[in-house]
């Protein structure tokens, strides 16, 4: 008998959405090849979290526990707000073990990438091993033809193509047929990483008011200026995330729109001037300081032209305001996985066609509310369509952790009316 045809997977970007895709959709008689424009050698110095509906996807449904263990998880255990006088003034405890099945997981970003990456080259998994090949940059695509060629000129054909590319994907306009240009959303936020350690021999006044190693996130706001703060690889490392609207800031924020664009302590200094000194002292300590401007899209008319789908923030960026976004790409990717599950050989173009009208009605409208509350956080009174998101936070916190599966949802169809 003739054997079948292996299903080829090309994925356009070797992030978070799209090493979890890769693992999503590892399963035998599947050739998966991830593209990834960089050498993928850069540290990115930021936390990163997880909600509890992306752990549950990662540590239940595709059983990566063990492959986690190196990246150093921290389960966050809740949120405390401090006035700028040092005084704890509210604290959230999470419960979301109890009521939901899952934890808030937080990351180094570069340690949950790493242990990704492992994951999908592991040979101890379903399938044959993803291949990851850095330094190819996708220039162009052809959706119909299932085809995406190389800034070195090359083509490579797939029976599918998932552009998990990001906020500026190359891959969106081939889907639209159209330019979408991220939209500015008036904040930028700086962020900082800083050892521990390093903070209570050189900084105990800031050590007697916030313990940089206590597992929960901290935030301390003046003056529409916000701190965001908590430790990662289990207490070395103390992160920031340092919100600031973009009218207030003493840098040019149109030139700051990537994870590596580096900012300026002196003027970040004269930006939260406003912050006391014993806050603001522990900033030089970090080794690195990136800034970026913080930008979003408007929810899109459809994900999907042909063979081509996008995931992740190049289908709905979204601001970090809910900590959101890497959990929304993960469910992309198990809504991949979910609904070509039982597809081994290599699919129709129809049988793809319908798979991807699936997956867009199993998320869209899920994603667009999100995307909506997160940039309404940032800046009260943001509209979606029109509409306010009336939500309560706790309405909203039950609405993204009570999700189990792009199927499941589907099939639910929960009323998601702002």
């Keep these: 008998m003739k054997p079948s045809s292996p299903f080829r997977v090309i994925i356009v970007g070797g992030g978070i959405a799209g090493l979890t895709a890769a693992l999503a959709l590892r399963a035998p008689n599947r050739r998966i090849i991830v593209l990834e424009q960089s050498r993928l050698n850069k540290e990115i110095g930021a936390l990163i979290s997880l909600q509890p509906n992306a752990t549950k996807i990662v540590y239940d449904t595709w059983g990566l526990g063990k492959n986690l263990e190196d990246a150093r998880g921290l389960v966050d255990e809740g949120f405390r707000v401090y006035s700028t006088d040092g005084e704890l003034v509210n604290h959230v405890p999470l419960t979301t073990k109890t009521e939901y099945g899952a934890n808030r997981m937080v990351y180094h970003r570069m340690d949950l ?3 990704l990456k492992k994951a999908a080259l592991a040979t101890d998994r379903d399938g044959n091993p993803v291949e990851i090949r850095v330094s190819s940059r996708v220039i162009a695509c052809d959706p119909a033809k299932g085809t995406v060629e190389l ?9 599918i193509i998932v552009g998990a590319d990001g906020i500026h994907s190359v891959l969106r ?3 639209l047929e159209k330019d979408i240009t991220p ?17 209570e021999e050189q900084e105990k006044e800031f050590c007697s008011k916030i313990n940089p190693r206590s597992p929960f996130t901290s935030m301390m706001i003046a003056h529409n200026c916000r701190l965001i703060m908590g430790p990662g690889r289990q207490g070395d490392v103390f992160g920031i995330v340092a919100m600031v609207p973009d009218e207030q800031m003493n840098e040019d924020p149109n030139e ?5 664009s580096e900012g300026s302590l002196d003027k970040m200094l004269n930006t939260f001037s406003e912050f006391p000194q014993w806050m603001t002292s522990i900033f030089k300590h970090s080794a ?4 970026w401007q913080l930008r979003d899209i408007d929810p899109l008319d459809t994900w999907s032209r042909g063979r081509l789908i996008l995931i992740g923030d190049a289908a709905h960026a979204m601001l970090p305001t809910q900590g959101q976004g890497a959990s929304q790409a993960i469910e992309d990717s198990e809504a991949l996985g979910a609904f070509f599950a039982d597809t081994n050989d290599a699919p129709s173009l129809e049988q793809i066609e319908k798979i991807f009208q699936d997956i867009f009605q199993s998320r869209h409208a899920r994603a667009s509310l999100i995307q909506a509350y997160s940039r309404q956080a940032a800046k009260p009174g943001a509209t979606k369509g029109g509409k306010i998101v009336t939500m309560k936070p706790d309405e909203f916190m039950a609405f993204n952790c009570m999700y189990s599966g792009a199927k499941e949802w589907l099939q639910k169809q929960p009323n998601l009316a702002a």
Aim: charged residues 20%.
């Design 113 to 115: 990438h790493d242990a």
């Design 151 to 159: 800034a070195d000129g090359s083509i490579i054909e797939g029976d």
């Design 173 to 175: 306009k081939y889907v």
């Design 183 to 199: 939209l500015p959303t008036g904040h930028s936020a700086y962020r900082l990483m800083i050892p521990c350690d390093t903070l």
């Design 256 to 260: 700051k729109q990537s994870w590596v």
């Design 288 to 291: 690195d300081l990136g800034l």
